[in-house]
């Protein structure tokens, strides 16, 4: 009877490792993307492969696409018979601090709920004015300078006309890659 109980012991404690293992696997793997999503941003390429993981020998790859103004960004951490995918959407940052520009050409922007503006505001009138549309209270937060706008709305930034040039290439999320593995 000694026997049986220990041999069952043994037998959770050799199972519990290796569930352990397969945690702490996993874990590097996620970790790895992160690293290989980091290594993207700061190469700014369109499709590398990371070195290897010498330790785990878990491979990452990683490639860019268009997606109408942003970019998509695909990583994948691989290791044989698992694979950790993601994709994020990848913009540039702009130097400017407007946040909302309405021209003097409109009527006064109203707003129902809650509003959050970070950056700078410039409007037709000195304050966007609540409506009550769904009887609640309005709150609005506003970080950031406030002033007023032109008859003119200002230019578009140059690198808009990348994304709207008919010679570019169109990726649809649907063609992004699914695997059956990928989380």
Not at 66 to 73: A, D, K, N, Q, R
Not at 87 to 101: D, E, P, R, V
Not at 118 to 142: D, E, R, S, T, V
């Amino acid at each position: 009877m000694v026997s049986v109980i220990c041999s069952a012991l043994l037998y959770i404690a050799t199972l519990s490792g290796q569930l352990n293992l397969n945690y702490n696997r996993h874990e590097a793997m996620y970790i790895h993307n992160q690293s290989l999503v980091n290594f993207a941003l700061a190469n700014q390429e369109t499709h590398e492969e990371m070195p290897d993981d010498e330790d785990l020998g878990i491979k990452g790859t990683y490639e860019s696409r268009p997606y109408g103004l942003l970019t998509v960004l695909l990583a994948r951490s691989v290791i044989p018979g698992d694979t950790v995918a993601s994709a994020h959407f990848i913009g540039a940052s702009t130097a400017g601090k407007t946040a909302l520009y309405v021209s003097n050409f409109t009527k006064p922007l109203s707003y129902s709920g809650t509003l959050k503006v970070h950056g700078g505001c410039l409007l037709p009138f000195p304050q966007i004015f609540p409506a009550y549309i769904a009887n609640q209270p309005n709150k609005i937060i506003m970080s950031g300078t406030t002033g007023i706008s032109g008859r003119v709305l200002p230019g578009i930034n140059p690198l808009f006309e990348l994304a709207f040039r008919a010679s570019g290439q169109k990726t649809l999320l649907q063609d992004i890659g699914k695997y059956k593995d990928s989380i």
